[in-house]
């Protein structure tokens, strides 16, 4: 019987399916951006997002936005939501914040980049290759932001 109920305290995690929820690109400046020279510049927007399922179930949704200029054209701007759908449990609030704000969305951001690259190869221009991103950090500052608006309020 305490075999059963250690199990049923020990945390448990669990991936049970990755999709793409939206998927979006839009080359505005086509073709004539093509005959520019390619000095682009890029920015990056991230975003996540989570809804409980139920039954220990958890949605995350990762966003990622890219909109590249060349000069002051608007060469392509790419977007992916890419989802997982998570067995979480048996986790105190504060892991539960980190797991679904951080480890989530970095299991989720390697998918995200290929289908980002992907998309935006098939628009004809070159891949994306975006760098890692360091979720732990993104968490810490937004729970530092948070704390700090609360302090203020």
């Given at each position: ?84 759908i ?36 098939r ?7 975006l ?23």
């Amino acid at each position: 019987m305490t075999e059963q109920a250690s199990d049923a305290a020990q945390p448990q995690f669990s991936l049970q399916r990755i999709y793409v929820r939206d998927l979006s690109f839009e080359a505005p400046k086509s073709p004539e951006i093509f005959r520019q020279d390619w000095k682009p510049g890029i920015t990056l927007d991230l975003n996540t997002r989570q809804k409980d399922l139920g039954g220990d179930f958890h949605e995350v949704v990762l966003t990622v936005s890219v909109t590249v200029k060349n000069g002051d054209d608007t060469a392509f701007i790419a977007e992916v939501q890419q989802a997982g759908i998570f067995l979480i449990k048996g986790l105190d609030n504060a892991s539960m914040s980190h797991t679904l704000g951080a480890f989530c969305p970095s299991l989720l951001f390697p998918y995200a980049r290929e289908a980002l690259d992907n998309l935006v190869v098939r628009g004809s221009f070159p891949a994306l290759m975006l760098s890692p991103v360091n979720f732990d950090a993104l968490y810490a500052q937004e729970l530092a932001r948070m704390q700090g608006g609360e302090a203020q309020a």
